[in-house]
DNA sequence: CATTTGATATACGACGCGTATGTAATACTC
DNA sequence: GAGTATTACATACGCGTCGTATATCAAATG
């Protein structure tokens, strides 16, 4: 009774990408060795070069994961909120807390960007751009903030606390940063109603 | 007359990191050659080696001369204006048009945070981050913005302006979607107001 | 059961970084 | 001003890594 083979190649693809994952979050992706992290998954180069093309392929794939993971989980807690407008301010405050993930971080805001290039150019189209995105294009649709491009301006909010993210890591003491964080993003946001409270 | 040995020393400094700027910017950082890149400044690697101690010290150098000339360039373009609301607004839209440039978007805006980390920890302090935080910081000694933490702020509005900047310079068709990402990030911008006008 | 397909392993070549050593010219010291 | 020391830069080497080309071996197919 052999293993199907579609189901060992699925798993070797899953093993590889955790191996990355691991590799590329503590060491960096240009100083994380191939060799040593299929090693790691229990197979060589030969299975990485047949499912991921190169390393950036490899780098691509765990990006995509991370991101969508991320889309997901903000989501799931914008959609916890009441209105439209809360969702959008706790969805801002989740994408800080996540980016201070340090997988997240070294993964898909310093590595991700330099390696693959701007995020809207990715092939996973970035997830959590998406989700933003709609839910501004909600809200100017209500109404609530100003007929802006929605794009940019989701573009712009998540530039915005994705950066935030990083200074806080990058600070001293980061719980104590946060909220300091987190208050101006909220007040930032603001400025995108169209009727300013 | 043999010219003295500082002097030299100082043009070959200036001629690597003219010729780095060069070769960053074409191939980005990982795939720049320091063989190549020290050939095209008519020297070796012993120089670069001797003067910079390792490749990251040469980024490290190469983005702290870019970005001082942002700063500059940014403060000029603020003082020009009348009120300091407005020229920080104009300071936003600089830094959003001078990240069109390839060369600093490719070296200042992904390689550099990748190998050298976040900006907040360059050796050269980031001056883009500093003047910004200086104009924050007067606007909110005259109550004109909330009582946010001065850094903070900053610090949103630049990764703001910058990561639109990169939205931008990834689009299909940059002349036509720079108006709305300058828009964008000055409605966003009017969130700081303690009174939004 | 024979054959083919294809997923993974192995072997090879080339390149690039960092370091250790060499060299020559300038800057000190008496 | 001659001898020495300093040091800016060049050269040579070793190591590690990536990508590809070839080999192997198991599973799918007829």
Redesign the interface.
Known sequence: MPKPRKETMEENRMKLIAAARKAFAEK???AASMDDLTAEAGLTRGALYHNFGDKRGLLAAVVEQIDSEMAARAQAIGTREGDEWQAILAEGAAYIEMALDAEVQRIV???G???L??P??WPSQNSCLQVTKRSVERLIAQGII?Q??A???A??????A???A??V???ENPPN?LP??V???R???????SK?S
Not at 155 to 160: E, F, H, I, W
């Open positions: 960096g992706y240009s805001l310093l590595d960007p330099a390696v290039g701007d809207s150019k100003k802006l491009d794009e940019a301006a573009r712009l909010l998540s530039g915005a994705l950066n935030a990083l200074w890591a990058a600070s940063v300091k964080a208050e101006a993003f007040s930032l946001a603001d400025g995108l109603l300013p």
